[in-house]
């Protein structure tokens, strides 16, 4: 038995065909979507990338570890904490990861015998250069038990395809540059502006057309779909594409243009916090199954130890795949093998901390959202949406269904009493001695032009950051 875990960062479930978009994204990801278990209704319940994977990896959510926010450096994983490659190694699995997150926190090298740093002279990471490594790794130890996470970065900003894929979802006539086409301009003009300026828009010039940023998206999406067929294709040909559980999820999604959140991935809404989970195991693992019950990225953990412990590989230790502590998932094998489509959660619970902060619960029909920051966001303090009838979330009716609201409320706030158990708030202590971990990235920028934060804030259109001319 073997196991690839892959994580395909920011990659938003709704634009993949086996998620219902109708764009020719992600082919080879739907047939192996077509070949084993898809969920329907997963979710990330700590967003983004620093805190998804914590979570996935120990089986608990941010406020059980501590760790709610992302790039902070109040934040650290004790080395007693479960991590799931470290007890896969002590099991007796060979780990390897290819990888960077090593660069966010130390724990994420945290168990691998073999930890392959995927990061190059830029800063965004190229598909092929992780298959190049994966390959090459996977001819030496391909005999296994083996353990191996893959981490794609392509569908993050900034969007940067191959111009090849570019013409599938953007019109070939179409002027990217067209000085009547103002669609950009909220974003130009958006309080964030002076980050992503240099992480995103420097790399695509005077872009006027908001369309043809998310088309760039697509076609990120549409080339990281080749790599993973690439990627099959050599399992195939090395003879462990049978024996390999496949395990491919999103740690959040993105946001294009919704809400005010222009190509990036904070905000609880259905947009980043909705994921895809897909896996596959052939002979064991049923095929073209769909489950539509409400699934967390804490749930893999579990799903994962139960799946070694059924397939009994040569070697291992079982007795070593013990928990530490209670997790917060609960294993999906139920669901895998179940005759209904029910999920492991009646209700989801949310959390943020990096651009803002913010916790919901999300449930079968309703999504609740609470601000404590909204950072460089226009907020109210409570959102309430009934995702039934306002899939998109543009309807706030928090003061319109008070009621439903406020006993959303006390559910949220007696749901994180009940976590903490009688410890501190983390994202509380976040806020107090540090503020927003992302305020300070804008601020660097800001100093170096001479304005502060809340001169920014009050006025982002002053001409210095004039969008026309200078996010070149």
Avoid at 341 to 347: A, C, H
């Amino acid at each position: 038995m073997n196991i690839i875990m892959i994580s395909l960062d920011t990659l938003r479930a709704s634009r993949l065909g086996c998620y219902g978009y109708a764009k020719p994204t992600s082919p080879y990801l739907d047939r192996i979507a077509s070949e084993g278990v898809l969920f329907e209704r997963a979710y990330a319940s700590d967003i983004p990338t620093e805190v998804a994977h914590t979570s996935i990896f120990t089986g608990k959510i941010g406020l059980t570890t501590g760790v709610v926010s992302h790039g902070s450096d109040l934040s650290y994983l004790p080395k007693s904490e479960g991590w799931l490659p470290a007890m896969l190694r002590s099991a007796g699995f060979t780990t390897a990861a290819v990888d960077n997150l090593y660069h966010l926190k130390e724990w994420f090298a945290r168990g691998y015998r073999y930890y392959i740093n995927s990061s190059g002279r830029t800063r965004w990471i190229d598909g092929k250069t992780v298959n190049e490594l994966a390959l090459a790794w996977l001819r030496q130890h391909r005999t296994g038990p083996f353990f191996l996470f893959l981490h794609y970065w392509d569908a993050h900003t900034p969007y940067l395809p191959p111009e090849s894929y570019v013409g599938e979802f953007y019109p070939a006539g179409r002027d990217r540059f067209d000085p009547a086409n103002r669609s950009m301009e909220r974003a130009y003009n958006h309080p964030a502006y002076p980050f992503f300026k240099h992480h995103h828009y420097c790399h695509l010039g005077p872009v006027t057309d908001s369309d043809y940023v998310s088309a760039l998206y697509d076609a990120e999406i549409r080339y990281l779909d080749d790599r993973l067929r690439e990627l099959d294709e050599a399992l195939e040909a090395l003879g462990i594409r049978e024996e390999t559980l496949l395990v491919l999820f999103g740690d959040h999604g993105e946001s294009l243009t919704e809400h005010d959140i222009y190509w990036d991935h904070c905000g609880l809404y259905e947009q980043t916090v909705h994921v895809p989970v897909i896996m596959r195991w052939p002979g064991r693992i049923p095929q073209g199954k769909r489950i539509g019950g409400l699934v967390q990225h804490a749930d893999l953990l579990p799903t994962i130890m139960e799946a070694v412990r059924r397939g009994q590989p040569a070697g291992i230790e079982l007795e070593a795949l013990r928990e530490t502590g209670t997790l917060d998932g609960k294993s999906l094998w139920p669901c895998i093998e179940g005759t209904d489509s029910k999920g492991t959660n009646g209700r989801i619970y949310l959390s943020e901390c990096a651009w803002q902060a913010a916790r919901a619960v999300r449930t079968e029909r309703y999504k609740f959202i609470r601000y404590y920051d909204s950072g460089p966001f226009t907020r109210p303090l409570r959102e309430l949406y009934d995702l039934l009838a306002d899939p998109e979330e543009t309807n706030n009716l928090a003061e319109r269904l008070p009621d439903v609201a406020s006993e959303l409320e006390r559910d949220l706030i007696e749901f994180v009493q009940a976590k903490l158990a009688g410890r501190p708030d983390p994202m509380h202590h976040q806020l107090s001695e540090k503020g927003l971990p992302f305020r300070r990235r804008i601020e660097t920028i800001l100093a170096q032009a001479g304005m502060t934060w809340d001169e920014w804030r009050s006025d982002p259109r002053r001409e210095r950051y004039d969008a026309r001319s200078d996010h070149r």
